[in-house]
């Protein structure tokens, strides 16, 4: 195994464990990259009922210019191992750069849905491409002792956008045409990220010949596509089967094919990726059960997580009617305060390990939706924004340690292709999040009138305790992953302690 100047550093050297200007630096360069990528996704998601009049789509489509986004930037993500070997980290930044004013461009000029679809294929690339590079220089620039508070201030920065996306889009779009958005972030992206980033950004370890494997690229692809797409058709289905509307059965079709493909796709890039002598994404270390049992809820916890700012804005301005400004902020609380207490959660992994802090934390914040869905059919605003607080606060304390207790269980050479797995993994599970919440909610919409009447928000409000229901087994189903990995994990460490006293 190539080591690099991170794995020769002893434990016990202060000057090694001192965090260097130009990490700190360039965390925040390629994080404030993706930190745009990010607004601009939740940006959208509270003026979904403005682009939905403005385009003349449903709910339905409109959650494809979330949905799309998210999708790109999860088929990106698998290319981050090959492209982590293959390019400097200095190189994949100004790529990145170039990506992200290019997508805000196209939105802003951008007239017609399919232009507004294609400039956010273009942007997820871009973040799909810097938020992998950030965590990557993390993990292979940290000091050892560092790691869980810097992941922690990785996640910081690429958290607090979902905070303030949604009371952003809604105060811009108060004031201002919502394009205004991307005017703004373009600033940002060339006079903040773009010139600290080539200041800071440092390569430490040598590029590599590695080789582009397109058939498993494509398949990878497929897979995503395919799956998404397959829940997105099933909810069409059922929503034009509970509306009485035509189309119920070609939508069923579809989402049948989807599936068959995206599945198909996925178990050949597994079984492709087993026999190749270069890999898209090298998945031997995925044989350990442990890494498995942390990769689940790192894959389901993003569902809730990202999903939840959906539903959250469109529940308070669908069915408590407040306006795109008022939605926007009740996510602020939750998300923001949330956000900065993520290296909170890093420095808490590194005094105590993984299980108390990342399982308190988890089990906390699944009282957000529990006590969402009791109140379910008497929400306030207030309400709203006080349980989400619950459940932001400590979904940020507790799931970037997820990551980073599976990373720590295997072997230095494989960080980036397990990186890549999981920022892929939490990239889908958001797209999943956003097609599934925005089904269930179309679905409980379909056939209840007009948008705006007594049984539209009626039906708005079922549909947001269906999703908080959801919410629920999701986060138990993460909560008893984890316990069973921390269990096995700490049963291994016993009998490795056990042998080493026998030896002696």
Known sequence: MRQTPHDTRNPHDTDAERIPLSLIGSIVAVGSLAFVGILTETVMTVLFPQLMVEFGVNTATVQWITTIYLLVVAATMPLSSFLNRRFTFKALFVAAVVLAVTGSLLMIVGHTFPLILIARVIQGVGSGVATPLMMNIILQQAPRSKVGQLMGVGSLVITVAPAIGPTVGGAISSVLPWRAIFV???????????????????????????????????????ALCGLIFALNQSGVAISAAVSGGSGAMRSAMLAAVSLIIGVGSLLFFGWSSKRSFSPLIRLGWLRDPVVLLHLLPYLLMPINGIGFGYVITNVAQMSLGTSAFVAGALVLPGALIGAFFAPVGGMLYDRFGAPRPVLAAIGTATLGPVLLLVCSMHLTPGL????????????????????????????????????????????????????????????????????????????????????????????????????????TRAARAAVDVADATIAR
């Open 184 to 222: 703004i972030v373009i600033p940002i992206v060339l006079l903040l990220s773009l010139p600290v980033g080539l200041k800071c950004i440092r390569q430490t370890r040598p590029t590599e010949d590695a080789q582009l494997n397109p058939l498993q690229f494509v398949a990878i692809v497929l």
């Open 384 to 487: 709203l924004a006080g349980f989400y607080f619950i459940f932001g606060l400590c979904y940020a304390l507790g799931y970037s340690n997820i990551m980073t207790s599976a990373l720590s269980g295997i072997d230095r050479e494989f960080t980036p292709d397990g990186n890549a797995v999981f920022q892929t993994s939490l990239q889908f599970g958001g797209a999943v999040g956003t097609a599934l919440f925005s089904t269930i909610l179309g679905v409980a919409q379909a056939g209840s009138g007009e948008e705006g009447s007594a049984a539209f928000r009626h039906a708005t409000a079922v549909g947001g305790a269906t999703v908080f229901a959801t919410m629920i087994v999701i986060c138990l189903v993460s909560i008893a992953s984890l316990a069973v990995a921390f269990r």
